[in-house]
């Protein structure tokens, strides 16, 4: 099994006006499933947000990390696990085959019709994010910073709760 990181697909529809033309595909996307079966297990991505590059980022619940092409391409077929292997005296990354069964597969491919890459994945503006969207960040960033003050100030209120405690105490000291 494999997928292609660039597909052509013939279209033979007269679509839009298009016609008969030779469109080619960029790889996007893989949306990956791994578990025992469809009822159960855990879903993430690999997307590729920059066509013009091969830097892949897997995006895994709030984790988002940089990924190797061989995680993208090679992991998600089910069988026997691979992993990509880089070995000290080389520049170029080998599959290295374990034992161990591979829960893993790509159930979805994302391509995108290089002639619309531009459009698809131009920057946008804030007045096209909807409102509710914005609130919601919003929210979510100010809940941060919330947590961020209390983990910095929790030892200024430990110490000024020690120096009231030392002041019952022992009037004078503190």
Not at 5 to 27: H, M, N, P, T, W
Not at 70 to 94: E, I, M, Y
Request: charged share 30%; glycine share 6%; aromatic share 14%.
């Amino acid at each position: 099994f494999f997928f292609q990181a660039e597909d052509g697909i013939r279209d033979f529809c007269l679509s839009r006006g298009l016609g008969d033309v030779y469109k080619r595909q960029v790889l996007f996307s893989v949306l990956v499933h791994s578990g025992e079966g469809s009822s159960s297990g855990h879903y993430y991505a690999f997307i590729r947000p920059n066509i013009d590059n091969a830097i892949w980022y897997k995006f895994n619940d709030e984790i988002v990390e940089k990924a190797f092409e061989q995680q993208v391409f090679s992991n998600n077929f089910g069988g026997q696990f691979a992993d990509a292997v880089l070995p000290k005296d080389s520049k170029d990354f080998r599959i290295q085959v374990h034992d161990k069964q591979n829960t893993t597969n790509a159930y979805m491919l994302v391509y995108v019709r290089e002639s619309e890459i531009l459009e698809l994945l131009r920057p946008i503006g804030k007045e096209e994010i909807p409102e509710g969207l914005l609130e919601w960040n919003e929210k979510q960033r100010l809940e941060e910073e919330k947590k961020k003050f209390k983990r910095e100030n929790h030892k200024v209120y430990v110490t000024t709760f020690e120096r009231l405690r030392l002041y019952v105490e022992q009037p004078g000291i503190a």
